[in-house]
């Protein structure tokens, strides 16, 4: 469903009585600070989307009963703004995460929000937090835009208010490892989602529903785990709340999309970049087995994990049940090493964009 939507022009800006104290962007980790305004769009039904607005960050007054809390109909996103070294500042691929989130509504039966509206929400938010946007190498401003249902209703259907949030977060690496390969463990017990559900929509019950296996590896020492498909428990679909690729005898591969695995942005522009390279790139079923066994011949030549907040988390090291195999030495490859600086370089702005997929907001 489309909700009626507002003019562009009529963003209202309340500005903030007193400006927060910046942290030291050495020392930023991941979305522990919050910059001085927000944006927010109500929704209600018979109105639609109304009153755009950037007003000073801080709390929500909402009910108990406001049904996010009791049916988690919610969606989010995750983009960046990056500082270039002329200090201007730059977004990658806006319109991607826009159009996903709008996909996302769709799934969990919230009303969409105009692309223009949402675009100009995020400049217009970012352009007035510029100074928020950290310029130390490895840094930027992490734009977390979500919606929430808010009718104060414990009955099960659809919202019939709900509230859209821009918040942003000066961020540094989101994994302590950084480009260090990580160990990745199997997990076999629980699962992430499955077709027909909600795997492929940023919505926050997919994220929850990870948690338990995560901490469970994390007890043993691995820093990620690797999801396998709910059905056969054998194909690949993720690893952590990231994409993941293999590099196999010369092919770089990743998971097909098809309902369980979220459509990621860094996801797509791996796949353009590679085959703008000339790699041969496949987007198709991945077995468990398959992986193990091209480890054990030596065809396994690189792993990764890729995702907006960490961009590109190399894999050194994979254990499943009682089998262990090492990944390139357990050093970050050579492939990998290329995509991480090409991307990151397009992002910065340190190289040329081909692909058209930066926004300057200079
Ligand atoms: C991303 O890589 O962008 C993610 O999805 C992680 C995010 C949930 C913090």
């Not at 909600?198 to 296996?213: D, M, Q, S």
Request: aromatic share 10%; glycine share 10%.
């Amino acid at each position: 469903m489309k909700g009626l939507q507002v003019s562009v022009t009529q963003i209202k800006i309340e500005r903030a009585a007193k400006l927060k104290p910046k942290p030291d962007t050495a020392k930023l980790g991941f979305g522990k600070y919050f910059t001085d305004h927000m944006f927010i769009m109500d929704y209600d039904l018979g109105i639609g989307w109304h009153d755009p607005r950037i007003v000073p960050y801080g709390p929500f007054t909402i009910e108990p009963s406001a049904m996010v809390f009791h049916y988690a109909q919610e969606v989010f996103e995750g983009l960046k703004a990056y500082r270039r070294a002329d200090g201007g500042i730059q977004l990658f691929r806006p319109e991607a995460n826009i159009a996903r989130m709008n996909g996302s509504n769709e799934r969990l039966s919230i009303p969409t929000i105009d692309p223009e509206l949402f675009l100009e929400a995020i400049i217009t938010l970012v352009t007035l937090e510029k100074d928020w946007v950290p310029s130390e190498p490895d840094t930027s401003l992490y734009i977390r835009p979500f919606v929430i249902a808010t009718e104060p209703h414990v009955g099960v259907h659809a919202s019939s208010s709900y509230i859209f949030c821009i918040i942003l977060s000066p961020v540094g690496a989101y994994y302590a490892e950084g480009l260090n390969p990580v160990k990745i463990f199997v997990e076999s017990r629980d699962v992430r989602a499955v077709k027909g559900g909600t795997g492929y929509v940023k919505t926050g019950g997919n994220y929850a529903a990870t948690l338990r296996a995560g901490e469970r590896a994390s007890q043993m020492g691995f820093s990620q785990v690797l999801w396998l498909d709910g059905v056969n428990r054998k194909y690949i679909e993720e690893v952590g709340s990231m994409n993941v690729w293999f590099k196999i005898d010369g092919e770089c591969v990743t998971p097909m999309l098809g309902g369980s695995i979220l459509p990621g942005v860094t996801r797509d522009s791996c796949i353009k970049i590679l085959k703008h390279w000339g790699e041969k790139v496949s987007e198709r079923l991945i077995d468990i087995d398959e992986l193990f066994e091209a480890a054990h011949s030596g065809k396994l030549e690189e792993a990764w994990g890729c995702g907006t907040a960490a961009v590109i988390s190399p894999i050194g090291e994979i254990v499943y049940d009682n089998e262990r195999c090492c990944v390139c030495d357990g050093q970050i490859g050579p492939l990998t090493r290329r995509l991480y600086d090409s991307l990151t370089d397009i992002q910065w702005g340190r190289a040329e964009d081909p692909f058209g997929w930066i926004t300057r907001l200079d």
